[in-house]
């Protein structure tokens, strides 16, 4: 079976080498040449692990293919994914669906013979019956049915998470569509892996219920380490607690400085306005957008405050900028919020990161970028981890002291056991559990 990806993006790029991994002819489209040109010579245009190697092996054994060529693709697929960007658009917080649109108009006429066109990116509830009726309206008498295809890729796992997902959520209205779409992830039937059939609108909410159920669980826990701090309780106790209660489940009960990434602020920010739109008043769903942004502010001034209520004149070494570990993505990263509060409150920053990409990122005008942790400490008055990249959890504690003003960590991601911090001769600021000061 022949499938066509469209967007080469995370999603697409991730999708589309998954499934040429599966056996299928894959080919992947984007409009950017610059991003077929380096896909075609082994370049990616984003950092995920194992990604590389996977491609370059697909591309070898002739299953994969990139091409800026719509029509050469499409004319020879059994199936078209749709996986562009669907960005905030609005003040409304709605998706911008213009990229889903034009691929849907530009696919009509090329169609030749049954083809199944399905929404992969993250659409609005509707979105996919949309499509239906625009290719409709475009090619009349193409013979084609549309499917909605929801991804739940991690940035950072997302292969392993396309390769072994819990559940593949399919919406369809027609059994030749089923059949099709059930033989593109038979890999995945054939280990058990659920295939869930159901109609386009469950498909979509069901994204958009997962990721802002998860956003929720985030936040909760954000708000529980906030009571913990006030009364002396531990909020990894509390979540481990809680997490032994299968109705509840340890995964998402970590703490942070705010949840950051290019789908949980979208898609919380999405899910809301569309019960705005259609007058459905979800007051939970509308806070947890608001709370997490609010968060980010909260956690400069937990920085401020732990640095005795003044940053000014006083260097902070920032360890991690990128929205989480394992990705170079800045999206809605909690640092983009929390530095500029921090130069503007007379701080001086060198920041480290393995791998953030801050071309695009104006906020870190002023900020000193340095290649390594002990570099970014040198003279520090406090070092601040904002992001869990392993390298952060077993900092070389001995050769810090020697090169920091100050002995003071705070730690946004509670990347330490309070009772090996205090070893370290640092005094220890974290999320919902008590300030740890050195035994000298
Ligand atoms: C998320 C969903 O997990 C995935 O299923 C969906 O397809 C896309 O959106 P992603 O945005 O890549 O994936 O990252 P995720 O690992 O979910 O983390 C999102 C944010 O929440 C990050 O900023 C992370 O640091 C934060 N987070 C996550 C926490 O603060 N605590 C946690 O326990 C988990």
């Known amino acids: ?14 999708s589309g080498t998954c499934l040429a991994e599966f056996g299928f002819q894959v080919t992947c489209v984007d409009k950017i040449a610059e991003k077929i040109d380096k896909l075609n010579n082994s370049i990616m245009p984003i950092f995920e692990p194992g990604l590389k190697d996977l491609v370059v092996k697909n591309v070898a054994q002739g299953r994969l293919y990139f091409t800026k060529n719509l029509a050469k693709a499409v004319g020879l697929s ?6 562009v960007g669907t960005p905030t658009g609005y003040s409304t917080g709605s998706a911008d ?8 108009q530009e ?8 083809t199944v066109i399905v929404t992969k990116s993250t659409v609005p509830v509707g979105t996919t019956r949309q499509v239906r009726d625009t290719i409709r309206v475009a090619a009349p008498k193409a013979d084609f049915d549309v499917a909605s295809n929801p991804e739940f890729l991690r940035e950072g796992a997302a292969i392993a998470d396309f390769m072994n997902p819990e559940r593949v959520v399919i919406g369809v209205e027609s059994d030749r569509a089923k059949e099709r779409m059930h033989t593109l992830y038979s890999s995945l039937s ?4 659920p295939l869930v059939f159901t109609n386009f609108e469950t498909a979509e909410l069901s994204k958009y219920a997962s990721n802002t159920f998860l956003a929720t669980k985030i936040e909760f826990i954000n708000q529980i380490a906030d009571l913990a701090e006030v009364c002396g309780a531990d909020v990894q106790h509390i979540a481990h607690i809680m997490g032994l209660d299968a109705r509840i489940g340890k995964a998402f009960l970590q703490p942070g400085p705010g949840f950051g990434g290019s789908c949980f602020p979208k898609d919380t920010r999405a899910l809301a306005a569309f019960a705005h739109e259609r007058h459905v008043s979800v007051p939970l769903i509308d806070a947890v957008d608001s709370s997490n942004e609010a968060r980010k502010k909260a956690m400069a001034k937990k920085i401020i405050a732990a640095c005795g209520g003044s940053v000014r004149g006083k260097k902070l070494a920032i360890l991690g900028l990128t929205f989480k570990a394992n990705t170079d993505d800045m999206r809605e990263s909690a640092s983009l919020i929390i530095l500029p509060i921090l130069k503007e409150a007379g701080a001086v920053l060198s920041a480290f990161d393995p791998e953030a990409d801050i ?3 104006i906020e870190f005008a002023g900020v000193e970028r340095v290649p390594d942790i002990v570099t970014a400490c040198q003279g520090a008055d406090a070092i601040v981890i904002l992001t869990e990249w392993d390298i952060f959890k077993a900092l070389p504690f001995e050769k810090l002291a020697e090169v920091v003003k100050e002995r003071l960590l705070i730690d946004l ?7 090996n911090v205090t070893k370290a001769k640092f005094s220890y600021v974290s999320l919902g559990r008590p300030t740890v000061q050195p035994k000298y």
Request: net charge negative.
């Open 1 to 14: 079976m022949k499938v066509t990806i469209i967007g080469t993006g995370y999603v697409g790029l991730v």
């Open 78 to 83: 059994d199936i078209i994914l749709i996986a």
């Open 97 to 104: 669906l213009r990229y889903v649109f034009e691929a849907a």
């Open 107 to 114: 696919i009509a006429p090329l169609l030749q013979g049954y």
């Open 190 to 193: 054939q280990r058990e892996i």
């Open 359 to 361: 071309t695009q990122n």
């Open 413 to 419: 991601r509670n990347l330490y056991e309070l009772d």
